[in-house]
C-alpha cells in the first residue's frame, strides 16, 4: 500500500498506454493456445472433473469469444472461464483482472486531475530517480493532493453470497435483488461461469464472493450513483459508494481475502502470543512458502524454546488463512512428544512422453524426538484450519489426524481428499498472464473417507479476524467437555 501509488504514477509516465491495450485475436489465440498445449502436457487428467466433450465444448467457446480485440482483464475473464472444469492448483488467477481494472481507474483520474500540471515538466524528471519522497515533493510543489487523486474514484461495496442470495459483507439481513437496474440472480449467474461446482462448497463459496466483486466492477461496470433495491424489506436505496482506500481495506478485511495480508509485511507471517496464566500459546503461521522457510524456521525455533521454558500445557497452530506453500514445516510437529510420523497417500504423475505413473507413498517426515526433556507429557496440540487452509497446510492437518498427533478445530480445509496440487506456474507470452497447472493427483482416500479434511471440534471461523484467549479457552474446554461444536 505505502508503493502504490508511486506504481500508478510510473504507469502514468511510462505505460499509460498499456493499461488500457487491446490484444488482437492472433495474439489471443497463440496464449490460449500456449495455455492449452501446457495443460495438456502436464496435467495428470485434465478431464477428471468434466467429461472430454464437456471440456472441449467449454473450450471451443472460450476461442470463439476471441474474435475480436480485447483488454487484458476481459481476456481473463474469458479465459478463466475454464477453471469451472479444474482443480484449484490448475486455476488462471483473477488477480491481475482486479489489478487492472484499479490501476485504470486511478491512472484515469490521474490524467484528468493532475496531467495539466506535469505536461511543461514531464520531459525534464528523470525517470529513475523517483522515490515515494520526491513524489510526494514533486506533488506537493504543484499543490496536487495524491488522496484526493486516488480516492476521487468511488467504488460499489464489496459484497458476499449467502444461499445464493446477494448481501453487502457483514449484513445477513438485507438481501439485495437489484444494482443499477441489473438482477443480482444475473450478476450471480455469470460469476457461477468461473466456479466448479464439484470442489468443496465452501472453496466454492470463497472463490466465488472474489469472483462477483470482479464481475460487479468490470463486467457490468457499474457506477455511482448506486441505486439499490432490497428483498426485504421491499425498498430502494442510493448510496454514494466507497472510496478506492475504503475498497481497498475491506478487500484485505474481507474473511477469505486474508491472504492479501501476506504482501503488506513479511514480519507479520509468523507471529506469536503466550498466555502462561492458562499454560497457553498460540502460534499463527500464515504461509508454508518455500521463499519465507528461513523466516518459519527461525521463528518456529523461538516459538517452541520459550513455550518449552514456560511448561505451556496448551499449544495452538492457527493455519486459518495458509494456503500452502512449497515447503511442509514438519519440524513444528516437534512442539509435542510423538513417534515416528507418516504422510501416507497415493500418487499420480504425469511423466511427459512417458505416460503416467501412479504409485503408493508411505513417507516418514518426522522421526522421534530426540531431546523431548523439557515437552510436558500431557501437552496438547490444536489445529486451527478453515475453509482456506489449502495444498501443504491442508497435508499439515491431515498428518496431525492420520497420526493422532492432536485436535482440529474450525472448519472443513479447502483441498478434496482426491485433489490435485503441486503446481508449476508459467506465463502467457502476448499479455503475460500468469497461470498454473497442477503435476500431481494426491489421492488420501485409504486414510480419509470425508470429502475434505473434517475437524474434530466444529468452530464457524467466519466472522473471526484474531482468536482471543477467550476463544482459546473455549476450546480447550470444548475439548475437555468432548463437544464437537462451538457455535
Known amino acids: 500500500m505505502k508503493t502504490f501509488f508511486l506504481l500508478i504514477f510510473f504507469a502514468l509516465l511510462g505505460s499509460a498506454a498499456a493499461q488500457t491495450k487491446l490484444y488482437d485475436p492472433k495474439e489471443l489465440k497463440e496464449d490460449a493456445d500456449y495455455y492449452f498445449s501446457t495443460l495438456y502436457r502436464t496435467h495428470p487428467d485434465p478431464y477428471y ?21 480485447l483488454s487484458k482483464t ?47 515538466s514531464i520531459d525534464n524528471i528523470p525517470f529513475q530517480d523517483f522515490s515515494i519522497d520526491s513524489l510526494n515533493e514533486f506533488l506537493k510543489e504543484r499543490n496536487i493532493d ?52 464439484k470442489l468443496n462448497p465452501e472453496t466454492n463459496l470463497s472463490l466465488i464472493n472474489a469472483i462477483i466483486n470482479l464481475i460487479i466492477l468490470e463486467k457490468y461496470n457499474v457506477n455511482p450513483p448506486f441505486r439499490i433495491k432490497f428483498a426485504k424489506p421491499n425498498r430502494e436505496e442510493i448510496i454514494k459508494g466507497i472510496t478506492l482506500m475504503e475498497w481497498l481495506n475491506e478487500f484485505n478485511e474481507f474473511p477469505y481475502f486474508t491472504l492479501a495480508k501476506l504482501y503488506e509485511n513479511n514480519e507479520t507471517l509468523y507471529t506469536y502470543e503466550i498466555y502462561p496464566k492458562n499454560s497457553i500459546a498460540i502460534f499463527h503461521i500464515q504461509t508454508f512458502g518455500g521463499e519465507h522457510r528461513e523466516k518459519f524456521l527461525k521463528q518456529l525455533e523461538e516459538f517452541k524454546k520459550e513455550v518449552n521454558k514456560q511448561d505451556i500445557k496448551y499449544i495452538f497452530y492457527d493455519l486459518t488463512i495458509n494456503g500452502g506453500g512449497h515447503h511442509f514445516g514438519p519440524e513444528s510437529v516437534d512442539i509435542i512428544k510423538h513417534d515416528t510420523v507418516y504422510l501416507k497417500r497415493t500418487e499420480t504423475t504425469r511423466i511427459p512422453c512417458a505416460g503416467v505413473k501412479k504409485e503408493r507413498i508411505n513417507r516418514a517426515i518426522s522421526f522421534s524426538n530426540r531431546d523431548d526433556s523439557n515437552i510436558p507429557n500431557d501437552r496438547i496440540l490444536f489445529i486451527l484450519q478453515s475453509a482456506i487452509t489449502a495444498s501443504n497446510a491442508d497435508y499439515f492437518c491431515r498428518v496431525i489426524a492420520e497420526n493422532k498427533l492432536g485436535v482440529l478445530v474450525g472448519e472443513p480445509t479447502c483441498e478434496l481428499t482426491k485433489t490435485f496440487s503441486v503446481s508449476n506456474g508459467y506465463t502467457m507470452p502476448n499479455t503475460s498472464i500468469y497461470f498454473h497447472v497442477a503435476t500431481v493427483l494426491v489421492d488420501f482416500s485409504d ?18 479476524k484474531e482468536f482471543t484467549e477467550q476463544d482459546l479457552i473455549n476450546i480447550i474446554n470444548a475439548y475437555k467437555n468432548k463437544k464437537t461444536c462451538i457455535n
Open 146 to 197: 495524491k488522496d484526493s487523486v486516488i480516492n476521487s474514484k468511488v467504488f460499489f461495496p464489496l459484497v458476499e453470497t449467502r444461499d445464493d442470495r446477494l448481501f453487502f459483507w457483514g449484513d445477513s439481513t438485507h438481501n439485495i435483488i437489484v444494482i443499477n437496474g441489473i438482477s443480482t440472480k444475473m450478476i450471480l449467474s455469470e460469476a457461477r461461469k468461473y466456479i466448479n461446482r
Open 49 to 69: 472433473f468434466c467429461s472430454a466433450v464437456k471440456f472441449n465444448q467449454l473450450k471451443n467457446k472460450i476461442y470463439s469469444e476471441l474474435n475480436k480485440p
Open 447 to 464: 486414510y480419509f473417507k470425508s470429502l475434505t479434511t473434517p475437524p474434530d471440534i466444529y468452530w464457524n471461523l467466519r466472522n473471526v
Open 74 to 120: 476481459d481476456f481473463i475473464l474469458t479465459m478463466a472461464q475454464i477453471n469451472s472444469c479444474l482443480d484449484t492448483h490448475s486455476t488462471i488467477p483473477l488477480d491481475d483482472a482486479f489489478v487492472e481494472i484499479i490501476t485504470k481507474s486511478v491512472i484515469d483520474k490521474i490524467k484528468e486531475v493532475a496531467f495539466s500540471f506535469l505536461r511543461d
